[in-house]
């Protein structure tokens, strides 16, 4: 994943990540909708399959900020 890629990707897990939170979700449903969202965007960018994109995000080991 190319630097422009993985701040995009980061953006949308932590925009999302943020939404979730104002409706007052769990830090874990915050994180794993953080991750299908980020997921998602990292399919259309790359091309590479759903579950391919999700292994990569996961692999970011990115979390929710309290």
């Known amino acids: 994943m190319d630097i422009a890629s993985k701040e995009m990707v980061e953006e ?3 925009e999302t990540v943020t939404e979730a ?5 769990s830090l874990l449903t915050a994180h ?3 991750v299908t969202a980020a997921a998602m965007l990292l399919a259309a960018l790359t091309g590479v399959d759903d579950e391919e994109a999700k292994k990569e995000v996961i692999a970011l080991e990115l979390r929710p900020q309290d």
Do not use: D, L, P, V
């Open 21 to 25: 939170m104002t409706r007052n979700e």
């Open 12 to 14: 949308a897990y932590f």
């Open 32 to 34: 794993k909708e953080g």
